[in-house]
């Protein structure tokens, strides 16, 4: 029985082994992808549109944010002349414009709102473009790995000779100035 036991340890070990040895001989590599996207002309295109978005929602935002602090400064200049009934009637207009102030954001800034949704819609096709040029210059190397710099998966130290960033613009016909 300890036999057997030891053989089986003994062979998982030497498992082990093989299989760190090939791994180790596997060719990796990586790329910036912060460093392609800057670089790519239609990143800048899609940023601008992305600005100019953000821009209006949020000049719309502020408007809405401005509207609320007129009707509450208005409701306390006229306080002393209101009735309860009317003082009443104002603060519930009041309190539906912030709900629908903060409605708007959430809708427009929040989780899956509608600027992460445009984001996605635009990033989507350049995300894809550069995805096969990764593809096609991992296939063409023979990468087994290629990793990203810009994710900060953990990597320590790179060896610029094992960055692929250049090969990945070239592919999709980016020259680096």
Avoid: C
Avoid at 29 to 44: F, Q, T, V
Avoid at 119 to 144: C, H, M, W, Y
Avoid at 148 to 177: C, Q
Wanted: glycine share 4%.
């Amino acid at each position: 029985m300890e036999k057997s036991l030891n053989l089986l340890i003994l062979s998982g070990i030497l498992v082990l082994t093989m299989g760190v040895q090939q791994a180790s001989a596997q060719k990796w590599g990586y790329i910036d992808s912060e460093y392609i996207l800057n670089k790519h002309p239609d990143y800048k295109l899609v940023q601008n549109e992305l600005e100019a978005l953000n821009a209006a929602w949020k000049k719309e935002a502020q408007n809405l944010e401005r509207e609320v602090k007129e009707m509450l400064s208005n409701l306390k200049a006229e306080e002393v002349l209101l009735t309860e009934e009317m003082y009443q009637e104002r603060m519930a207009a009041i309190e539906e414009k912030q709900k629908s102030a903060v409605a708007f954001n959430n809708r427009v800034f929040g989780i899956n709102g509608q600027y992460y949704q445009k984001q996605t819609e635009l990033l989507q096709p350049l995300q894809s473009k550069i995805f096969d040029a990764i593809d096609r210059v991992a296939k063409r190397n023979g990468l087994a790995a290629l990793h990203d710099k810009a994710a900060n998966m953990g990597l320590i130290y790179t060896d610029p000779r094992h960055d692929y960033s250049e090969f990945v613009l070239e592919e999709l016909g980016i020259e680096n100035k």
